[in-house]
Structures are given as C-alpha cells and as structure tokens.
C-alpha cells in the first residue's frame, strides 16, 4: 500500500498499482471474510456430482444476491419477501421492555473493553464473529473468525499510538508507521451521541436488554462505522441498541425492506486489564522508499513551516502530547497525479480518555481524505468557513484551504466543543 489514512481511521489511499480506492470499512471486512469463505468451500465441492455442483454455484448465487424480492400484489400495494423463506423480522432480538425510550446519558464509559459478536450475513447460514478490544485513547484491535475462539481469525487489524497492522488469514500483509487515530472500531458515543441526535442522524426509538444490560434503541441510515453517518429511509435503515455507557449491543441493518445483517454482542468485558501484548506488532514497518510512512518526533516549542496554526497555550483542559512531521509517498504515477511525498503536521492533545488532534499542510495534498458528504457547514474562528463531520468515533472539522493550508481537527468531545477549542487556533510565522 501506498498512501494509507493516518488519522480518523477511514480514508483513501493507494494499493500497489497505484490505483486509488477507498479504506476498507467494517462492513467491507465483514463482507470479504464471507465472500473468501464461499469461495473456498466452493473450491472443496468441485470435485462433486453435478448436481451437486449446480447446487454450489445456486448458494453462491443467492450469496451474492443476498435477497431475492418477490413483488406480490395485495390489496392493490406490494409485498416484499425472502425467497423461499418467510416475510422477514426485521426487529432487534434483546428483549424489550419499553416501547419508548427516554433521553439516554452516557455515563462511566469503560476505559478499555472487550466485545465479542456474532454476525449473520444475509445469504449465508453460517455465522462469523467479530472481536472489538478496545483501550482508549490510542490502542484497539479487530479481528473476524469463523468460530469465537479467534484462534485462526481470517482479518486481523492492530492499531497502536505509532503503528498500524494489518493481516489476512494470519499473514502480515502492512505495517505502517501511524500518528495517533480516532479508532475507527471504537466508538465514542459518550462524546457525539447528541449530536448525532440533534443533527438528525439517530432517532430515539425503544429500550431493550440484552446479556444482562440495558440499551436504547436507536435508527439511523448506514451500518454503524460505514465511514459516514448517514439518515434513515423507510427501506434503507440500522437499528442498532447501546448500552448506558456507551457499548453497542446489537445492530440490525435493513436493505430495500429485508434484513442484511445482524450483529449480536455475545459477550462483553469491561475493563479487562489489557497490556501492550494483546495489540501485537509483529513485522516492521514499510520503509517511506518503500511507500511507507516516516513520522518524525519534533519540539513541542518548534514552529515547523510558515504559516502554522496553534494554540498560545494548550485549551483549557488538555496537555499538549506531541508534535510530529509525518511524510507519505505515493510511489507510483497514475491519472491522479505523478510520484510525490506528501508532507502534514500533527499536533496531539490528551484528556483523559480523550483526544484531540490537529493536522495541517498544503492545501491540496492532505494524506488523509475525510467524507464531507454529509458535512454540516459552519464557521471556525480565524479559519473561516470550515465543514463539520459528526461520526460514531468522533467529530471533525475539515477546512480546505486557509492562507493556502488545509486544517483537520478530530476529537473525541462534542461538535459544539470542538468548534470552540478550534476557534481560538491562530497563525503563527515559522522563526529564522
């Protein structure tokens, strides 16, 4: 890989040819390990009869259709079932016991955890399972398997304070030099919950209870960490139930009036006492020659180029972490453009749990590509008109060009907080 996402955990990047594509999400993970899977069983049944055969490549078939809509006329509407299977259910499965919820407040979230899931694709009767350990601010790991013992998983993702690292079917495929990341498979609904809420993306719905704990209910439009929250239609829709501090128990995703997906959590630890050793980095990090990432640690005191924006002192609150000079190569030309190191700056901030990060450069040649699809517009300080993007593990102000550099700023707090810590950024001028 070449260009790869620093920060926020989404974003674009190059593969080996060169080609640009966009960073793979959960629900693409979820997706590649079902489709290898078939295609591996499929492989072992060709030596069959061929009935059987036409059986296989039948399955597949479905698999890849996922659902077969029959369009039955009734009472002059239409009706929308499975093949070959009943009408669907399309609700959650944790027991309910409230058919509307009160305002939720998101109290003591867990400073590290460990989730165990069980997800059923649509098209394929078997399920995989996914495991989330979290220990924030900085460390997570994920990996889906086909049993829960994750002895054999088939994707493995670590992502430390410095490095990302990436495997398939136990085979080290990336390790990169990172800055500091939004996790993108942890998320922070203590810090945007409300926002989401008044933004229009959730709406509150019912309270249920699953392996002992309580959740809301709530809907939105996409799979949770899809890369962008997007607002529920009356056929394209995720149900999912989070508990009161803050852990998803369960999702349901519905795609034109079926069930796609169910993601059901099995089991849940809560602060598991986790170590360095349970986020393994296993093989060396990619060379910047290479297509790698060089970051490079720099004085806090230092003012690296000219204009840059920062802090008189640290926002009230957070202590000023680090500051670092990160460099990717895109080593490969291509109709997006020739060759060429990007350079960015990397200002962190730590609270806690929390994080606080600052990324600038030329406007143009930002590493990290954020979706502002879906961006609510508004207005940064001194920065001047900038996007908003409220998310799952985070939100982030995006502004493109101010004195010809671009500035990201990810938190782990509320937008309304976000955007007053970002307004009091002012320029400076590099000395000598």
């Not at 598991?272 to 490079?296: K, R, Y």
Request: charge should be positive; charged fraction near 25%; hydrophobic fraction near 40%.
């Amino acid at each position: 890989m070449i260009y790869r996402s620093l920060s926020r955990g989404e974003g674009t990047f190059m593969n080996a040819a060169g080609k640009s594509r966009p960073n793979a999400t959960r629900s693409d993970r979820r997706q590649a390990v079902v489709r290898r899977r078939r295609e591996q069983e499929y492989a072992t049944r060709r030596a069959h009869a061929t009935e059987s055969r036409r059986r296989v490549r039948r399955r597949r078939l479905l698999a890849g259709v996922g659902i077969v809509v029959a369009l039955l006329l009734v009472g002059g509407g239409v009706a929308l079932v499975l093949h070959e299977r009943n009408k669907p259910d399309l609700a959650l499965k944790a027991s309910k016991i409230a058919s509307k919820a009160k305002e939720q407040k998101i109290v003591s979230p867990p400073l590290a955890y460990h989730v165990t899931y069980r997800v059923q694709t649509a098209g394929d009767d078997n399920p995989i399972y996914e495991d989330v350990i979290v220990r924030r601010p900085f460390d997570m790991r994920y990996r889906l398997s086909n049993d829960a013992t994750f002895a054999k998983p088939l994707y493995d993702l670590v992502i430390t304070k410095n490095n990302r690292t990436e495997r398939n079917d136990g085979v080290p495929e990336t390790a990169e030099n990172a800055t500091p990341v939004l996790l993108s498979y942890g998320t922070r609904f203590d810090a945007t919950l409300s926002d989401l809420i008044s933004n229009g993306f959730f709406v509150r719905r019912e309270r249920r209870k699953l392996l002992d704990t309580e959740c809301t209910v709530y809907r939105t439009g996409s799979f949770i960490e899809a890369g962008k929250v997007v607002k529920a239609t009356d056929t394209q829709h995720t149900d999912i139930c989070i508990s009161d501090d803050g852990l998803m128990l369960e999702e349901v995703n519905v795609a034109s009036g079926a069930v796609s997906l169910r993601v059901t959590a099995t089991e849940i630890v809560r602060e598991p006492g986790l170590a360095d050793t349970d986020f393994p980095v296993t093989t060396d990090a990619a060379t910047l020659t290479a297509g790698g990432v060089q970051v490079v640690d720099l004085p806090r005191s230092s003012v690296p180029t000219t204009p840059y924006w920062q802090w008189a002192a640290a926002p009230e609150g957070w202590t000023f972490s680090s500051r670092q000079r990160v460099e990717v190569t895109k080593v490969v030309s291509d109709s997006t453009g020739p060759a060429a190191t990007k350079v960015s700056w990397v200002d962190l901030y730590t609270r806690g749990a929390d994080v606080l990060i600052v990324r600038q450069g030329a406007a143009g040649a930002e590493p990290v590509s954020v979706d502002t699809t879906n961006a609510i517009d508004t207005t940064v300080g001194d920065l001047g008109a900038a996007k908003l993007v409220v998310d799952t593990i985070g939100n982030t102000v995006v502004v493109s060009d101010v004195n010809g550099r671009f500035i990201q700023l990810f938190a782990t707090t509320s937008a309304s907080d976000l955007i007053t810590v970002a307004g009091s950024l002012k320029v400076t001028t590099a000395s000598g």
